[in-house]
């Protein structure tokens, strides 16, 4: 983790999303936090990480995205040399998907 991140006020951010239960609270969260702009740049950012790791080519998350080439580089460096915090979402994402075909 980046030491330059970590602290009280990014802590507390981190434990108010992880306490959210629900899509409909994720969405009142977020837009009270967030400007729509920003909002749709955490969003893009997510997509190109997600189309990078599916193997699609940087054309392609242009015309998908509306992302930069910029955007999609620091995005493909992240998820060469970050953390693995997209790699963890799209594991999870994937087997939450898994579990919602499930009979109950």
């Not at 434990?15 to 994720?26: I, N």
């Not at 189309?51 to 910029?70: D, P, R």
């Amino acid at each position: 983790m980046n030491e330059k991140l970590k602290g009280l006020h990014v802590d507390y951010l981190f434990q108010a999303v992880l306490c959210l239960e629900t899509m409909e609270e994720c969405y009142n969260f977020f837009e009270d936090l967030c400007t729509v702009p920003e909002l749709k740049a955490l969003s893009q950012r997510l997509q190109v990480a997600k189309m990078l790791h599916e193997h699609k080519v940087y054309s392609e998350i242009v015309q998908a995205t509306g992302a930069s080439t910029a955007t999609i580089s620091r995005v493909n460096r992240s998820l060469s040399y970050g953390c693995d915090g997209y790699q963890v979402v799209f594991d999870r994402v994937k087997d939450e998907g898994k579990d919602e075909g499930k009979a109950e």
